[in-house]
Each structure stands twice: as structure tokens, then as C-alpha cells.
């Protein structure tokens, strides 16, 4: 069974501290500039079938041809970032992919043995012709050691992607390291 069918576009950890997190990536491995995301709430976050309370904020930067995001969750609430490391610990949390069929992507998964672990729609800039893009997390872990993120495709999210590669390659490793976005 060849599982993943899609490049991963992102890595996903889990840490205890995001600003730590991002300037040890910047000075090991040249990532960055990271996009923090303080207190980040999808629509409609669904948590293992029910309404989710986890609170947590992201940062997202590049890291040669592969993004990063880094997840520190602020409550003790029941969620994926939880479910990975209960005790508060860090590590790889999930692999992300973008698909232009999103259900039969998310069913192809279920059928081999994954379950939703969360599922949201991540809402897009205003003015956008999409006003969101789903995503789904699925429990993986019995498979190949961590979660997979399946984005739902479309331009707004194509170019994003692709703007922050560009970002990376052009950006000179100082000038504003970690950037304080608001999204949603």
C-alpha cells in the first residue's frame, strides 16, 4: 500500500516554546523567517467528532524545499497535539499534503486504518475567492509514526506555499526572524 501519494509540503512539531523553536531552526538549519500565528482558531474545529477547546499558536517558515510549522498548545484540553504528547512533550507531530480531492483523499486514509483525529477549515484572506480551505488531521500513528495533514488545494493556498519558499530563498537569515501574523 504506497500511503503517502503526495509530495509532503510541511513538517509539523509540536514544542514547548515556538520562539525557541524557530531560532534554533534558524541557527541549525538556516529556516526561517517564521510566520508566528498567535492564538489560532480554525472554523468549525472539530476534535475526534466533538466541538474542540485546545488553544494554540503556530509559526510556519520554510526550511530549504520543505516548510515547518511549529505548535505550542497553551491549555490542557483534548486534542491531536495532545494525543501525540500528552505528558508535554515535543517532536515531529504530523507530514503535511495538499490535494485537489480532498474526500476521496480523506477516505483513501480511513480505509487504511486512519480515523480524524481534527478537522477544520482554515479560514483565507479577505477578499479571496475562497473563503476557506479544509483541513483534515489524520491519526496515522499506527502507520507510519505521526499524524498527516491533508490540506484542501486551491490557488490562494498554492501561491501561499509558494510565496513562502520564495521568501526563504530570498531572505537574508537576519532582518525579522519571527513575524507576528493574525489569521482569522
Partial sequence: MNLIRHPILQYGYVVNDIE?????WI????????????????LNTRYRGKPAH?????????????????????????????????????GL??????????????????????????EFDTPM????PFPFARTVYLDARALIGCFVEIYEENPVVRKEVEDLKALHESWDGVTDPIRTIHVG
Fill in 93 to 118: 507531530h504530523h507530514i503535511m499534503i495538499m490535494v485537489e480531492d480532498f474526500e476521496g483523499e480523506q477516505q483513501r486514509f480511513i480505509n487504511a486504518g486512519c480515523s480524524i483525529g481534527e
Fill in 20 to 24: 525557541t523553536a524557530c531560532r534554533h
Fill in 54 to 90: 485546545d488553544v494554540v499558536s503556530h509559526a510556519l517558515g520554510q526550511a530549504g524545499p520543505a516548510q515547518v510549522q511549529f505548535t505550542q498548545q497553551h491549555n490542557d484540553a483534548p486534542s491531536i497535539w495532545r494525543d501525540m504528547y500528552p505528558n508535554g512533550g515535543q
Fill in 125 to 128: 484572506p479577505e477578499g479571496h
Fill in 27 to 42: 541557527a541549525m538549519f538556516g529556516a526561517g523567517p517564521f510566520f508566528h500565528i498567535p492564538y489560532y482558531t480554525g
